[in-house]
């Protein structure tokens, strides 16, 4: 009797699967790891976790991050106005290891062989049933610049919550107030992480640079044509509904971008000319293009493309099988790259990995529903928030918002109840995910 | 590279065996019905079977004891209501013949506790009511299922959807869904 038909006989004679030491994984006998995770951050974290409950703690599950904690993206522009600090949005992995039993390891995946099924980082190579890659976003060089290092040291995009969150904060508590000392955001062309988060950037910088630095602002520099989240509320505070403006610039294209001194070069059609336009910055934050690690490109996972293709029911790579990537280095169609739906796809991906690997994929039907939302400060004591649910559409395999005529949902006006629930959505999206 | 048939093999699944189905209870009209049923049970989990249009003896088999138990709790000469259990994992036919014809009802018990469908549903309310809803903004264990599904229907019909972020999120779910993912949050653990 083979492993599979003796678990098979033991549920059948009622006996519980929890035994431990008793995968009850058939198809990823013989490996390492039944489930091998790269990436600790909301996708890896959610999914880590739910594997371990939802196959009643039988699966082996590894966890690779390089970090030692996890920094939280979400909030980390509260960061900027000093109502929080980067070191209030660490989350260890502690409860993975002692409270749910995941096998972590601190390292730096260097190669994925999805012919043999294998990762390597440093000199180990271990083997898998199934990979999920939660591994987060690189980031592009703007034109202009040379090397990433002048984001970590002169720049900073930050983008990925951590050093350059404090340095980005740092520049603005020291910069000099005044009329043409600005504050010069770009933003890439969509898809980049988080939709409403660098116009959300924006607000709470210009509300604070209302009371802190008067006389100086916000520019907005964005590549995409309009708001691409949350369009009325973010247009509404931009044009003064809380006491500041944003002077926001649409449709540009960035074509220079000058750490010292700081500066953007754009060019925007107007009319039948095209204007080219330097902005100059007192502190600068080029949020950049962005796309999947290039450890996913390496591994074909790509298909030439910046992110990398999956079905959206199971969150399975369209190029090799038993590999799944899940959060901001997948394309999953209209799903948009943000922690909350990361949770979702985590979870999603879960019951698809269970399903395959215990053998009982072929004969349910999965028809998934995924859902973001999202709290969005525009001000310290005021929130908006955006609600997106997304149902399988089977004729043309994508997912799409399913309400509101196939748009998000946005609160009707930014309230200070709205706040408040931001901090209880915030403290039990985490919790889900790390606790 | 991968085959067309694996890449797709999650929609083809769907699309031979359609959706799982764990309403409260189905019915199943023997005279007018040619269309078999297929239902997911969970270990534990009970599920009515209301037959009508029963015409002269009702016959039932049930092709697998000991994943799925059959009893029934009540008939007429033209309606009986069977209830289900799932015991383990398993599949078991049960067919419900009279003279005019038959209905089969295909029933699985999961190895993976839980619905799946239902599972995957409720696990978008744990983001913010807790892992297993049981804390968060609020937890949602402690109700049953009607409760669940009634209080979630009534938010998806309000008018006042921006101004409340529940009532935008229930609109994205369909009467279906939404029983599936009470159903299973009124039993998880």
């Known amino acids: ?435 | 590279m991968k085959s067309f048939i694996t890449r797709f093999k999650w929609l083809l699944s769907v699309l031979l065996l359609g959706v799982a189905v764990n309403s409260f209870a189905l019915t199943l009209n023997i005279g007018a019905s040619t269309t078999d049923t297929r239902i997911t049970l969970q270990r534990a989990q009970t599920f009515d079977m209301n037959v009508s249009g029963v015409n002269g003896t009702l016959s039932v088999t049930n092709s697998n004891a000991s994943a799925i138990t059959l009893t029934k709790i009540s008939s007429t000469t033209t309606t009986a209501v069977y209830r289900l259990t799932g015991i383990s994992t398993g599949v078991s036919n049960i067919a419900f013949k009279d003279k005019t014809g038959t209905v089969t009802t295909y029933l699985k018990v999961p190895l993976v506790q839980g619905t799946l469908d239902g599972r995957q549903l409720a696990s978008n309310c744990f983001q913010c009511h807790g892992t297993n809803a049981t804390g968060g903004v609020g937890k949602l264990t402690g109700m049953t299922r009607y409760e669940i599904y009634y209080k979630l229907a009534e938010m998806a019909k309000s008018s006042e959807y921006t101004s409340n972020i529940m009532k935008a999120h229930a609109r994205g779910f369909t009467d279906s869904q939404m029983q599936m993912l009470a159903a299973y949050i009124s039993q998880v653990r």
Request: proline residues 6%.
């Open chain 1, 1 to 435: 009797m083979n492993r599979r038909k003796f678990i098979l006989a033991a549920a059948k004679a009622g006996l519980a699967l929890s035994i431990p030491g008793i995968p009850m994984v058939s198809k990823a006998a013989g490996v390492n790891y039944d489930v091998i995770i790269v990436g600790g951050g909301m996708a890896g974290a959610t999914i880590a976790k739910y594997l371990r409950i939802w196959s009643n703690y039988t699966l082996k599950v590894a966890l690779i991050e390089k970090d030692t904690n996890y920094t939280s993206n979400i909030m980390s522009n509260e960061v900027l106005t000093g109502k929080r600090t980067v070191s209030s949005l660490g989350y260890a992995y502690t409860n993975l290891i002692n409270k749910y039993g995941i096998y972590r390891i601190q390292a730096t995946v260097s190669q994925i062989n999805t012919a043999s099924q294998t990762i390597t980082y440093g000199a180990t190579t271990l083997s898998y049933g199934a990979l999920v890659l939660a591994t987060g976003l690189e980031f592009d060089l703007w034109p202009g610049l040379t090397n990433v290092s002048q984001y970590d040291t002169a720049i900073p995009h930050a983008w990925k919550a951590g050093p350059q969150t404090t340095l980005l904060r740092n520049q603005l508590v020291a910069m000099t107030a005044g009329a043409g000392n600005n504050v010069v955001i770009t933003i890439p062309k969509a898809p980049y992480r988080c939709p409403p988060g660098p116009y959300e950037r924006a607000c709470v910088i210009a509300d604070w640079l209302r009371l802190n630095k008067p006389g100086s602002k916000v520019i907005v520099l964005d590549e995409n044509p309009q708001v691409m989240a949350e369009k009325d509320n973010f247009m509404n505070a931009f044009s003064g509904a809380y006491g500041y403006t944003v002077d926001y610039r649409p449709g540009v294209t960035i074509t220079n971008v000058s750490a010292s001194p700081k500066n953007v070069t754009y060019t925007r059609p107007v009319g039948d000319a095209t204007e080219t336009v330097v902005v100059n910055a007192a502190v600068l934050n080029p949020i950049p293009p962005q796309r999947a690690p290039k450890l996913l490109s390496d591994a074909g996972l790509l298909n030439g493309g910046k992110f990398a293709p999956v079905d959206p029911v199971s969150f399975e790579s369209m190029m090799e099988d038993n590999v799944y990537i899940i959060g901001d280095a997948c394309n999953a169609g209209s799903i948009p790259k943000a922690g909350h739906i990361a949770n979702q796809e985590a979870k999603t991906c879960a019951s698809a990995i269970l399903l395959n690997l215990t053998g009982y994929g072929e004969t349910l039907a999965l028809s998934p529903v995924l859902n973001s939302a999202c709290y969005t400060p525009v001000t310290s004591t005021l929130a908006t928030w955006l609600s997106a649910v997304y149902q399988y559409n089977g004729t043309s395999y994508v997912m799409q918002a399913s309400h509101n005529g196939g748009a998000a949902i946005a609160a009707g006006s930014a309230t200070t109840e709205n706040y408040s629930k931001m901090t209880k959505w915030f403290g039990a999206l985490m919790a889900d995910t790390f606790s």
